[in-house]
């Protein structure tokens, strides 16, 4: 059970890797309906065979479902896996969100009188 739910989550990140993928998900959850493959393809100036291999590989990945109806195939969004990879980066997020913070507050913080005038007298030094 582990070991294929690693495999599915392994298969989102690499179909995510790819920015062509990407902007095709984003096309699907921005799209109202399906779109056909050739839709996808239209914004990348790519052969449908090209946009089918992408479209492939993110079925594979389980984020893209395809229905064919005659020659058209259309495809949509399931975003179920989505949200199992959104799960596993949220288990992670308090590690980002810990460091953001400590940063947040250094950079909040006043900077001594002295540095000021040091930063001010070395950038004349400068010029």
């Known amino acids: 059970m582990v ?5 599915q989550l ?3 990140f690499h179909a995510l890797a790819d920015p062509t993928r990407r902007r095709m998900l984003r096309s699907l959850a921005d799209s109202d309906s399906e779109l056909s ?7 990348f100036r790519m052969s449908f065979a090209g946009a089918s291999k992408h479209v492939k590989y993110l079925e594979s990945a ?5 229905t ?4 058209q195939h259309l495809c949509r969004l399931d975003a179920e896996r989505l949200a ?3 799960q596993w980066l949220r288990f992670y997020e308090r590690f980002w969100s810990d460091r953001l913070d400590a940063l947040e507050r250094e950079l909040r913080k006043p900077e001594p009188k002295n ?3 040091n930063t001010r007298n070395q950038a ?3 010029r």
């Open 68 to 71: 064919v109806q005659g020659r």
């Open 3 to 7: 070991e294929q739910q690693s495999a």
């Open 37 to 43: 493959i050739g839709e996808l393809a239209a914004p």
């Open 62 to 66: 389980g984020l893209v479902r395809r």
């Open 10 to 12: 392994d298969a989102v």
């Open 84 to 86: 199992d990879a959104d």
């Open 124 to 126: 004349r030094k400068k």
């Open 115 to 117: 540095e000021i005038r």
